[in-house]
């Protein structure tokens, strides 16, 4: 997942003949974050930042996810919905 863009949890998983929920626990446990595995790059189908790190909600993963994104040039809504990438789209990356 390139710098600057995110995809899916359900882009993730159809690419690799899985469920979502199963690329989210594998995430979860990712012992290469952030790099050479961006996991922070994934958010949910409905374009919200989702969980990271095990925390879900309005907490301090989530707040640390948003700003690892921000940082990258991507921008949120104050409900952590995704507004732009870094190319000004709204688009998910999905060229697996």
Same mark, same amino acid.
């Given at each position: =997942?390139?710098?600057?863009? #995110?995809?899916?949890?359900? #882009?993730?998983? $159809?690419? @690799?003949?899985?469920?979502? *929920?199963? #690329?989210?626990?594998? @995430? ?8 050479? =595995?961006?996991?922070? *790059?994934?958010?949910?189908? $409905?374009?919200? =930042? ?7 909600? !309005?907490?301090?993963?989530?707040? !640390? ?8 040039? %991507? ?6 919905? %995704?507004?732009?990438? #870094? $190319?000004?789209? $709204?688009? =998910?990356?999905?060229?697996?």
């Amino acid at each position: =997942i390139p710098k600057g863009q #995110v995809t899916t949890y359900k #882009v993730l998983s $159809d690419a @690799l003949g899985s469920h979502p *929920r199963a #690329v989210g626990q594998a @995430l979860r446990v990712n012992p290469f974050c952030p790099l050479p =595995i961006p996991c922070h *790059r994934v958010i949910k189908t $409905d374009k919200s =930042i989702g969980g990271f790190n095990g925390g879900f909600g !309005n907490c301090q993963f989530v707040a !640390n996810k948003r700003a690892k994104l921000m940082k990258e040039g %991507l921008s949120f809504d104050d409900n952590n919905f %995704l507004l732009s990438n #870094v $190319d000004g789209s $709204d688009t =998910i990356f999905n060229k697996f």
